[in-house]
């Protein structure tokens, strides 16, 4: 048993550096991937921006908001998984090719976008360094408790992140065309996240529903325990709920993906 | 030059068929089409509960705005949406098979893979635009230049893509990413364009003109701007997007090397 789970670990580890490889591979597509947030994040800068200028009051102040935008764009790029691999291995049957790996299907898809991300945050943390005296106050939380919270934070956001991929790439298995899924996807991530707006600035009518939702889960929630904009007393029912969503979608993907699979037929089976 | 006609009405009919072929798929992507208007009309939501005017333009103002955005969109992605696949298509050489059709290859290729999520964003622009004209008490010029609008985004929009998705002949493989850009550029060219620094509104004027076809359309009917200024910017940035679309398609096909040879 030991011995199976330390060579599921192993695996895991190859399979995250493979996929680093290969994403370092195309530093251009990389390069222009991040412009392509970065065009994302300065349109809701400017957005925010204009909000204000109009004179218009906002619940927090403009520093504190241009903070929370620059730290949710941050989390918003590092958690934006390459699950689109495995959406096209569905469509294209290549699926049939991860099956017959010594690991299980989400084990593997897991390490890959994990990788990613963890390439991704190398990327953010070298732009937070060369921004960091441009953006007025930009500090985040320093003492260690919270420290820790937000850590723990930051691995069940990647968590959430993922199920939430996993859940919604499993709908290639009735599609021919898995662009409806992701616009779906998409549009819920962008408008619930908090990527856009911190929940705290949704109108009353929007609200229940961002709550509700556990996308707020991927940014808004590490991005205020980041940045010390939690109630006292919050954090521990934060974490609560990030884990509960995370491993609770965590293992309904794995239930769909398990139905699924027995009901697959792989060309040439 | 009616029998090349019936050859793209005969592909598109059979591409758009192929895509309505699996239930399932249908229902999603129209569900995905409606979610993709939604998003930013619950953010615009967002923005609205602290400011009632944005850059001086009301609630339905921005509908219009917004409708003929998802409008133009829509209409590409029914007709014209096979750009997005060109890179793919350069990499692994089924390009090859366009060459050997007895028709003009770029509105062939465009036509070629319609999407079901565009019958959503059509239908939700011009719900956005009959209720932004409803509210608007808007007259006869508004529902008549609706179409002319219209064909003006999709002629600036499909152009820009085809534009850059053809360095895809140039730098194999990163064709994709330099539309993708783009479409998250045209997010930004979906609010009037007055609220941005000068040289970004002027960038989304002129290259490319990605708010021609709806801001100063928008400036005419709205904010008492000129009539030259809201129907003839937009045709003549359809013109040069159309022209140039043709122009770099052209050079990328005459650089383009078949797996073949």
Redesign the interface.
């Known amino acids: 048993m030991l011995a199976e789970l330390r060579a599921q670990l192993r695996a895991g580890g190859m399979l995250f550096a493979r996929s680093t490889q290969r994403r370092l591979a195309?530093p251009?597509?990389a390069l222009?991937?991040l412009?392509?947030?970065v065009?994302?994040f300065?349109?809701t800068l400017?957005?925010?921006r204009?909000?204000v200028s109009?004179g218009?009051?906002?619940p927090m102040a403009w520093s504190e908001l241009l903070r929370y935008l620059c730290v949710a764009f941050g989390l918003g790029y590092a958690l934006e998984f390459g699950i689109y691999p495995f959406q096209q291995s569905i469509r294209t049957g290549g699926i049939a090719i991860d099956l017959l790996r010594p690991v299980p299907v989400t084990w593997l898809h897991l390490c890959n976008c994990l990788s990613w991300g963890a390439l991704q945050a190398v990327y953010v943390a070298i732009a937070a360094g060369l921004l960091w005296h441009w953006i007025p106050d930009l500090r985040v939380v320093t003492d260690l408790p919270t420290v820790l919270a937000l850590l723990v934070s930051l691995c069940l956001a990647a968590l959430l992140q993922f199920s939430i991929f996993f859940l919604f790439a499993q709908?290639s298995f009735?599609?021919?065309?898995g662009?409806?899924?992701?616009?779906?996807r998409?549009?819920?991530h962008?408008?619930f996240s908090g990527a856009?707006?911190p929940v705290a600035?949704?109108?009353e009518?929007?609200k229940p529903w961002a709550l509700a939702l556990p996308f707020r889960h991927v940014i808004d929630t590490p991005a205020r325990i980041a940045l010390g904009m939690t109630a006292p007393g919050e954090i521990p029912i934060l974490l609560a709920q990030q884990a509960a969503w995370g491993l609770g979608l965590f293992l309904l993907g794995q239930l769909i993906f398990d139905h699924f699979l027995g009901k697959a037929q792989i060309q040439g089976g | 030059m009616r029998d090349e006609l019936m050859i793209y009405v005969t592909a598109f009919k059979a591409s758009l068929l192929a895509?309505m072929?699996?239930r399932?798929?249908l229902l999603?992507?129209?569900?995905?089409?409606v979610?993709?208007q939604?998003?930013?009309l619950?953010?615009y939501?967002?923005?609205?509960?602290?400011?009632p005017?944005?850059?001086g333009w009301n609630g339905e103002e921005m509908l219009f705005l917004f409708g003929m955005w998802a409008l133009c969109l829509g209409l590409s992605e029914l007709f014209f949406n096979n750009i997005w696949d060109f890179s793919d298509q350069v990499l692994d050489g089924s390009l090859d098979r366009l060459l050997v059709y007895p028709v003009r290859s770029l509105p062939f290729y465009l036509l070629c893979s319609p999407?079901?999520?565009a019958f959503a964003n059509i239908t939700m622009g011009l719900s956005m635009l009959g209720y932004a004209g409803h509210a608007l008490g808007l007259g006869a010029a508004y529902w008549a230049l609706i179409p002319v609008w219209a064909a003006c985004g999709v002629a600036i929009y499909t152009g820009t893509l085809v534009i850059l998705g053809s360095t895809a002949v140039l730098?194999p493989?990163?064709g994709l990413?330099?539309l993708?850009?783009l479409a998250?550029?045209n997010?930004?060219a979906r609010?009037p364009l007055n609220?941005?620094?000068a040289f970004?509104r002027v960038a989304l004027l002129v290259v490319p003109p990605l708010g021609a076809y709806h801001y100063l359309p928008g400036l005419w009917l709205f904010k008492g701007g000129s009539l030259a200024l809201g129907l003839g910017a937009p045709i003549a940035a359809a013109l040069a997007c159309g022209i140039g679309a043709n122009f770099c398609w052209n050079l990328a096909l005459n650089r383009y090397e078949s797996t073949g040879s």
């Open positions: 195309y251009v597509g222009i991937d412009a392509s947030f065009a994302i300065g349109l400017l957005l925010w204009a909000v109009q218009n009051s906002l709908g009735i599609t021919q065309f662009y409806g899924i992701l616009y779906t998409l549009s819920l962008q408008v856009f707006a600035l949704f109108p009518s929007l | 895509r072929e699996y399932g798929d999603l992507s129209l569900l995905g089409g979610c993709f939604l998003g930013p619950l953010a939501g967002v923005l609205r509960a602290h400011a005017q944005l850059g999407t079901i999520h730098m493989g990163r990413d330099l993708w850009l998250q550029v997010w930004a609010y609220i941005y620094p970004l």
